[in-house]
């Protein structure tokens, strides 16, 4: 179906992914929000939606988007939650995106924060394991790691692949990520590091896992008509697609293949009368390397099964096409749960305009945003043109 | 701003509101769904918008919209959940229609549920308050019923206001709702027996607060291209409005004025090009005596002060202009949290199809529904026309 009207990213906001002891959700989000309206010529937004999972089950607070909407000093407008767990920015963005292209405003501010930290351990992984079915996989005792080891173990099984090509999925991320100056993890590490890191949920292990971390993120969009009085280098929405999965993975078929990314991904590539083989440059959903390996199978850019081996053979890095997560992904950039989806396509955009301020894709005309919620349950894809 | 296409709700879908002692959320939510579903002839939904403001506190569910989706077996759809506490309902309604009013899909289902029984009272109470400021408020004791109680207070003693006017509401709701087959409390109650009910928040008594209860309702809305061809009885959506007020009520200039009740109505009745004056029937936001009482004021059907003593008088009932809470209201119908503003959307639609089970406003043309988030924090109002 033709979109009734066309959407653009105006400015991008976000802070330092890290432990932020002196602020909460709430002061995040403000920080993130003013950063990305200053970024689009200090034009308001006439509606906000944020992306987040952790407000109830961690900061005992809902009514969430009145909440951030006012400590920003934005109360009055539209403003609301949305909620698909990891994949809750990349919803808000879906959201957002409508509000602008319906007509109901013509400039939104699309934002995702989570406050992870200043939380005892076992608490936010409870929090963290609402993202999967909680009647029929963490009653009995699943964490959301072990269910992605389940996959990973299945995964290099089936498609003969080792725990050193597995390895260069968090080598490159960490590669890429110590050039980002508002990365969590600023150091590189080696296959070996990873391999003798302490095992989480076997074959899992610290170093294949993004870290917990505090972060928010935020994007300005606007109409047509708005965008070209803003910005001299608006980027363009062409193409957006969400897709939900079978919650309970053992009722699907295949578990080494994230349905939800090939639909997303599907319907965003005919929404932007596109090939797969146009994108410049990707940001992906690596939650865990295996998470990552899978991402790249099965947005296309790699047969089943080949996602590590392509790693392996160096592919993926800058010069080739796409390059892959040049901000370091969620191993290494971090994964503020709800904000990650918006981090992302606030990513993109900068290097769509060349600002982006660690590992630059040169020349990039097209990128790819992909986040996803829970083991594939929501997956968003959106792609961007400069 | 015009909007870019028209919007008609075809099809509405409901359980009763009650303790559903064998249902959980997502049997509630697939029972409403597909009651819609067959309301709009077996058209099935492009995309899954669901209004829940507890699954996570009292389910230890995110993820939800994938969830309630693949439950009603609807995965693969697009599909998020929208949080803005007991607002949630008109808020996710606020998001659908802009999927299709924006060409991203052209049937989209707005739905909304909620479990809170089966749950330790004290556990409840506590998610409720979630509504409310957690750091300014909450945190220092006050519940949610508390702070409606402040406000009554305030009102009674600021506009002079009676005990036995401030009852007129609760005796209306249930009167209206002994006749509503889904209603949660079908019985009649009097005066007498409001103002001699235990204290819960004084001045707030049992009877003056809507019960605790299970619920789900879904409407279906779609464009007038794919309406046409479902049903000879589609309710176009012509106005609609959201807006948000500050967090902490102490920061407010006047806590018996629901600022956000004023804008969101204002907007709502500017985008459908109406007076006020033309409603036939309201369905609004009464989860305390007080708050329907503010309702009608800041709606603009009272002048401030005025709510109470005009219902005393025997106004807003069949025959006058416009009729309130024909439903039984939240406190007679129920108030299943994220639920009750698609209940509301439900119930004008039938309302002005002339379906509607209950007490019946006939000839109704225009109505409007107004659902409230916390302490006036979150307000949508939707305008409806058949």
């Known amino acids: 179906m033709a979109m009734t009207r066309e959407v653009f990213v105006v400015g991008v906001g976000y802070t330092k992914i890290d432990r932020h002891f002196w602020k909460g959700d709430r002061e995040l989000f403000a920080e993130a929000a003013w950063k990305a309206i200053e970024d689009s010529g200090n034009v308001l937004p006439k509606a906000i939606v944020v992306g987040n999972m952790t407000s109830s089950s961690l900061s005992e607070q809902d009514n969430f988007g009145a909440l951030v909407a006012d400590y920003a000093g934005l109360s009055g407008r539209p403003a609301f939650k949305v909620e698909a767990a990891c994949g809750s920015g990349g919803a808000a963005f879906y959201a957002a995106y409508a509000l602008v292209a319906s007509g109901l405003v013509d400039v939104c501010l699309a934002g995702g924060v989570e406050k992870l930290t200043e939380q005892p351990t076992r608490r936010v992984t409870r929090a963290l394991a609402y993202a999967a079915e909680e009647e029929y996989e963490v009653y009995y005792g699943a964490s959301f790691t072990s269910l992605n080891a389940l996959i990973m173990r299945l995964y290099m099984e089936k498609f003969g692949v080792t725990r050193e090509e597995m390895s260069e999925w968090p080598v490159l991320m960490h590669e890429n990520g110590s050039q980002n100056p508002y990365a969590q993890l600023r ?76 639909k997303a991904c599907g319907d965003a590539l005919k929404m932007a009368k596109i090939e797969l083989r146009n994108i410049d440059v990707a940001e992906v959903h690596d939650a865990f390397s295996i998470v990552g390996v899978l991402d790249i199978e099965d947005l296309g850019f790699a047969e089943k099964g080949m996602g590590a081996k392509l790693l392996a053979e160096g592919r993926f890095r800058i010069g080739d096409k796409p390059v892959i997560n040049p901000s370091g992904g969620l191993k290494s950039r971090g994964h503020p749960v709800g904000a990650t989806g918006i981090y992302q396509i606030a990513e993109i955009t900068m290097q769509l305009r060349g600002d982006f301020p660690g590992l630059k894709v040169n020349g990039a005309e097209i990128g790819l945003a992909q986040n996803v919620g829970g083991v594939g349950n929501t997956v968003s894809v959106v792609i961007l043109r400069r």
């Open 187 to 262: 150091f590189k590490i080696t296959k070996d590091q990873v391999a003798n890191s302490v095992i989480i949920a076997d074959p899992i292990r610290l170093l294949d896992a993004s870290p917990i971390g505090d972060g928010a993120a935020a994007v300005m969009i606007a109409s047509e008509e708005v965008a070209r009085k803003i910005t001299d280098t608006p980027v363009k929405v062409v193409g957006l697609g969400l897709a939900t999965d079978n919650m309970y993975i053992a009722s699907r078929e295949d578990l080494t293949v994230l349905k939800a990314t090939r």
